[in-house]
Nanobody
Framework: QVQLVESGGGLVQPGGSLRLSCAAS????????MGWYRQAPGKQRELVAA???????NYAVSVKGRFTISSDNAKNTVYLQMNSLKPEDTAVYYC???????????????WGQGTQVTVSS
């Protein structure tokens, strides 16, 4: 079994900052990519940022220059530093990991439970 546990969401004023964390635990053989997606009410879930085990980064255009994704491979943890937050960043943020578990022969996608980020004055 693999679990992704997120933390760090909350309410922040426009222009403020938040840091999200996501730790993967369980029977993990290899993690290939970890990332963050978000889903606002009435909208589709979208990629925010992702990082590969080799350190390649991918950001949504809307967050480039404001958000920074990083990881601690030894802790199977990914972080999302969000600066200069805007009301349109309000959404449920989901952690995602593409990994191979010890009981599997293929890569699989796992999701966290989601954490609410609300940007409002």
């Amino acid at each position: 079994q693999v679990q992704l546990v997120e933390s760090g969401g909350g309410l922040v004023q426009p222009g403020g900052s938040l840091r999200l964390s996501c730790a993967a635990s369980g029977s993990i053989l290899s993690i290939y990519t970890m990332g963050w997606y978000r889903q606002a009410p009435g909208k589709q879930r979208e990629l925010v940022a992702a990082i590969t085990a080799g350190g390649q980064l991918n950001y949504a255009v809307s967050v480039k220059g404001r958000f920074t994704i990083s990881s601690d491979n030894a802790k199977n943890t990914v972080y999302l530093q969000m600066n200069s937050l805007k009301p349109e960043d309000t959404a449920v943020y989901y952690c995602n990991a593409e990994l191979q578990g010890t009981m599997s022969v293929v890569r699989e996608n796992y999701w966290g439970q989601g954490t609410q980020v609300t940007v409002s004055s």
